[in-house]
């Protein structure tokens, strides 16, 4: 699976966007990109993935580089629950690596009133 | 969604003993995964639960040190045995389906002393 770097720490307001950043320039055709976030004492909560396409759910939204080498999470309205590590994850959606997921050390996000 | 219970949430156990650490899943998974958690640490990837079979372990990782059993879909356990203050983490079982991006329990936290 492609390597991902993401910055280390973030802080954001409380109703303001929370933008993401990941880079993952060695990712190949047939690797998705995946969010994950971990809040302190839980286990990783998965919150979006995507291949090419721009993605949105309940959760938040997913831009992918037209070439895919980085992507955003962005988080549109952060509330003070949406503190936690967040992790950007590629992998291959089938195949031996099927399922598993190898976790960099994420950024840590801080939300603050 | 499905979910994932831990037991025991958190234990402290004594060197030279092991701890049996039990996934249980409320729907059927296809896939059921180990990882680790080491203090300050990302995750980490012990194991694959085969149900019926051998488990297929990652790299640094022995079957001799962390037996895990998987009989049936939904139930998978992992022992961590003769333990030593290194093996103080915390153990997070996940799951996975056809109809499912992979999800976690909310981990074991296991202090050795």
């Known amino acids: 699976d492609a390597k991902t770097t993401q910055p280390p720490s973030m802080d954001c307001a409380e109703g303001r966007a929370a933008n993401l950043p990941c880079n993952h320039s060695?990712?190949?055709?047939?690797?998705?990109v995946y969010w994950y976030r971990q809040i302190h004492s839980q286990g990783p909560q998965y919150i979006i993935h995507g291949l090419k396409n721009n993605e949105t759910n309940e959760m938040a939204s997913l831009i992918i580089t037209e070439d895919r080498k980085s992507s955003t999470l962005i988080l549109p309205h952060a509330t003070l629950r949406d503190t936690a590590v967040y992790y950007c994850i590629v992998r291959n959606a089938g195949g031996t690596s099927y399922g598993k997921l190898t976790f960099g050390q994420g950024t840590i996000l801080t939300v603050h009133p | 969604s499905a979910v994932i219970s831990q037991k025991p949430s958190r234990d402290i156990c004594q060197r030279g003993t092991s701890l049996t650490i039990q996934c249980q899943v409320d729907s059927q998974v296809t896939m059921m995964f180990w990882y680790r958690q080491q203090p300050g640490q990302s995750l980490t990837l012990i194991a694959t639960?085969?149900?019926?079979?051998?488990?297929?372990?990652e790299s640094g990782f022995v079957i001799d040190k962390f037996p895990i059993s998987r009989p049936n879909l939904t139930f998978s356990t992992l022992t961590v045995s003769n333990m030593s203050p290194e093996d103080s983490s915390i153990y997070l079982c996940s799951g996975l389906s056809m109809n499912t991006e992979a999800f976690f329990g909310q981990g074991t936290r296991l202090t050795v002393v």
């Open positions: 060695t990712i190949s055709g047939n690797e998705y």
């Open positions: 639960a085969n149900q019926g079979s051998e488990a297929t372990y």
